[in-house]
């Protein structure tokens, strides 16, 4: 579809920014594989006022990367933004500013298509076809996951939360990670219960796992090191994000998240603090 069409079906016009979100996944519980070697999953998913930000603007069709984790990533057609705007079938110029680290479990790709598709206002039958996190980063809120990624339902209001996340500077294959695992059949998240505060969510959250983590760790020992990191510098709780390798702990406050992030800062590690994205609207 021309762009103009597109646009004006949608009340969305050109030059547009998004953002694209870090997504986090405060549990990630593997509860099954399917047939295709695809795995079930359980997950609370969140989002960090951190992330990538696309910029689009008059076609013709193609893809620029700056940021400081441009060098991580081509911008050649298999690049997740530009199937995002093939599969809406739509011409447009997108610049993609790179401001997460690539391949590190908290969103990336999956996170940069939704934002061209929100950014676009399209709304394409089968998302999960572009990335199986392609729908959570659609919703872009407070969720729980399930199925392949493509289930989700509301969940009770979160507390603020004061976050740290840190990137040991390493990526991971998250087909590997899966193929790491020695237990495919864990058991599912309890139910979610109201939260009064951070005290409750954490304590909640202390019940749930990331079952990536471990084969994670097996495939690139330096995760572990991130969450001791984590542990030592006052985090309530530390947890792997995705299929790693960024781990984030969750602190009493933002000040102490942003002492930690200080603390922590080391040559080839990505930290930095955060809190939640604002939650976008239900629809
Ligand atoms: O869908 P996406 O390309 O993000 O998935 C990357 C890989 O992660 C898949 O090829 C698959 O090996 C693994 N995966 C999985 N089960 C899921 C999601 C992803 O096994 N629910």
Redesign the pocket.
Same mark, same amino acid.
């Given at each position: 579809m021309p762009t103009d069409d597109l646009l004006q079906a949608t009340g969305k016009a050109l030059p547009v920014t998004q953002a694209a979100p870090a997504k986090i996944n405060l549990t990630l519980h593997v509860t099954g594989?399917r047939d295709d070697?695809?795995?079930?999953?359980d997950s609370l998913v969140v989002f960090a006022d951190v992330g990538d930000v696309v910029h689009l603007s008059e076609g013709p069709l193609s893809l620029s990367i700056s940021g400081p984790f441009a060098a991580g990533l081509a911008a050649d057609a298999d690049n997740l933004c530009l199937r995002a705007a093939r599969l809406a079938g739509v011409e447009v110029a997108i610049a993609l500013e790179k401001n997460l680290p690539v391949a590190s479990g908290i969103g990336g790709?999956?996170a940069d298509a939704a934002a061209v598709l929100r950014a676009l206002g399209a709304n394409p039958a089968r998302p999960?076809s !572009? #990335?199986?996190?392609v729908p959570v980063c659609l919703a872009g809120r407070p969720v729980r996951m399930r199925? !392949? #990624?493509e289930i989700l339902d509301p969940v009770p209001t979160l507390p603020p939360l004061a976050l740290v996340l840190v990137n040991p500077g390493k990526g991971l294959s998250?087909?590997a990670v899966?193929?790491a695992m020695t237990r495919r059949d864990n058991p599912a998240m309890p139910d979610l219960p109201e939260f009064r505060d951070t005290a409750a969510l954490v304590d909640f959250l202390q019940t749930c796992r990331n079952d990536l983590e471990a084969p994670a760790i097996s495939l690139l020992p330096e995760i572990a090191t991130c969450l001791d990191a984590l542990r030592d510098s006052g985090a309530l709780l530390a947890r792997m994000s995705g299929?790693g390798a960024t781990c984030f702990g969750i602190f009493a406050d933002p000040a102490a998240a942003r002492a930690a992030a200080q603390a922590l800062a080391r040559p080839q590690w990505w930290v930095v603090a955060s809190g939640l994205a604002p939650a976008r609207p239900l629809g």
């Open positions: 594989r070697g695809y795995h079930l999953l790709g999956s999960e !572009l #990335g199986a996190d199925g !392949l #990624g998250t087909p899966f193929r299929s």
